[in-house]
C-alpha cells in the first residue's frame, strides 16, 4: 500500500500516540489532533489527507456531528470512526452520518491494518477491461 497521510482525532491523547507510533511503523504519515474542532479548522487549510480516523465520543464536538460536517464540505474523504462506546451509539444514525466504516476500540495493529484495507478497497474501484486480479 502506498505511504498515506493520515488524520487522527482522538481527545485521549495515549490513543493518539499509539495511532500515531503503528501508522508510522506501517509507513503512514499521522498527523494527529485532540478535538474535531481543531480537525476542522486542520480541513480547511490541508486538502492532502488521504483518510480521516476518529474516535466517536469526545467532548463539544464528538465524531458523529464532525463526519457529517466534514462530509458535507468534502464528500470523497474517507473517514473511519472508532469507538469502545459503540452501544451507545444508533447504527443506522452512524451509517447516514457517511463513515465509511466503524470500529470498536482498542485500538491495536490489526485493527488498523483492517482500517486500511478498508480504504484500499474503497480507492481501487473495480477492475478494468484487460486488468487481471491477483
Not at 62 to 83: M, N, T, W
Amino acid at each position: 500500500m502506498d505511504r498515506k497521510k493520515i488524520l487522527v482525532i482522538d481527545d485521549q491523547r495515549s490513543q493518539l500516540r499509539l495511532i500515531k507510533r503503528l501508522l508510522t511503523r506501517m509507513g503512514h504519515t499521522a498527523v494527529t489532533v485532540d478535538s474535531a474542532e481543531e480537525a476542522g479548522l486542520i480541513l480547511r487549510w490541508e486538502r492532502d489527507f488521504a483518510m480521516i480516523i476518529t474516535a466517536l465520543k469526545m467532548p463539544w464536538l464528538d465524531g458523529l456531528q464532525f463526519c457529517k460536517e466534514a462530509k458535507r464540505v468534502h464528500p470523497d474523504l474517507k473517514i473511519y470512526a472508532i469507538s469502545g462506546f459503540l452501544g451507545g451509539y444508533d447504527p443506522n444514525e452512524l451509517a447516514a452520518a457517511g463513515f465509511d466504516g466503524i470500529y470498536q476500540k482498542p485500538i491495536k495493529e490489526a485493527l488498523l491494518l483492517e482500517i486500511l484495507a478498508a480504504y484500499q478497497a474503497t480507492v481501487q474501484g473495480p477492475p478494468t477491461a484487460g486488468s487481471q486480479e491477483p
